[in-house]
């Protein structure tokens, strides 16, 4: 069975700081999806990576993708509170049409 | 293009009732999946359906069903609800169903079991 296991699970920090996500499998995936969902709303696709090694920045977002591809890492440079939200990762293998879905990282950013 | 609608958006049923969730993909989507999120759990893959036929099954029991339509759009019903029922289920829809496809999520409906 596959699984993507994400931490830390909840976190709370001050305006300004930096914060690192973390999404680790011990399976291959051939791609792998970050979402961002706020209260009320569905999940919102960020990126998807696909390539190990892979590095893509979206404004104060930085992600990489495993050289590997068994992980992943959502980095965000001085916070804001319109950050705060449940960030998902999802990984895709190619098998089927099934997305395999991290349990999520709570995020809130005190101003 | 409008987004993906689900109704109802909140709901309250009690133990052994059935419901039925209704969502509306964005246009020209052809591809329906439905999940259920707990807090615990996260977001479990129930099924996904492509033109009128389920492609796709989660490990969830056969209370769960569901189909979609000519149009596309589909429901997803639930029977003999149990209070572990309790979740938000959502609903995403995408043009194809490839394993690179951006899924748009809805809103999702809200279902509580007493």
């Known amino acids: 069975t596959q699984l993507l296991e994400q931490s830390p699970q909840f976190l709370s920090i001050q305006e300004g700081e930096n914060l690192t996500v973390y999404c680790n499998s011990s399976s291959v995936f051939s791609s792998l999806q970050w979402y961002r969902q706020e209260p009320g709303e569905g999940p919102v696709l960020l990126v998807t990576?696909?390539?190990g090694g892979e590095v893509k920045k979206l404004k104060r977002l930085t992600f990489q993708f495993g050289d590997a591809r068994k992980d992943s890492s959502l980095h965000i440079t001085a916070a804001q509170p319109g950050d705060t939200g449940l960030y998902l990762c999802?990984?895709?293998?190619?098998?089927?049409?099934?997305?395999?879905w991290g349990a999520g990282t709570k995020l809130i950013i005190k101003p | 293009k409008a987004g993906v609608t689900q109704t109802p958006r909140y709901l309250i049923k009690t133990r052994g009732q059935q419901v039925t969730l209704s969502c509306s993909p964005i246009s020209g989507h052809r591809s329906v999946s439905w999940y259920q999120q707990t807090p615990g759990q996260g977001l479990q893959f129930l099924f996904e359906y492509f033109s009128e036929t389920q492609r796709n099954k989660g490990n969830f029991p056969g209370r769960f069903s569901g189909r979609q339509f000519s149009n596309s759009r589909s429901e997803m019903n639930v029977s003999t609800l149990e209070l572990g029922d309790s979740a938000l289920y959502l609903c995403?829809?995408?043009?194809?169903?490839?394993?690179?496809?951006?899924?748009?999520f809805g809103p999702g409906t809200r279902l509580t079991v007493l």
């Open positions: 995403a829809s995408s043009p194809e169903r490839e394993w690179t496809d951006t899924q748009y």
């Open positions: 999802a990984g895709a293998s190619g098998r089927n049409y099934q997305l395999i």
């Open positions: 990576v696909v390539t």
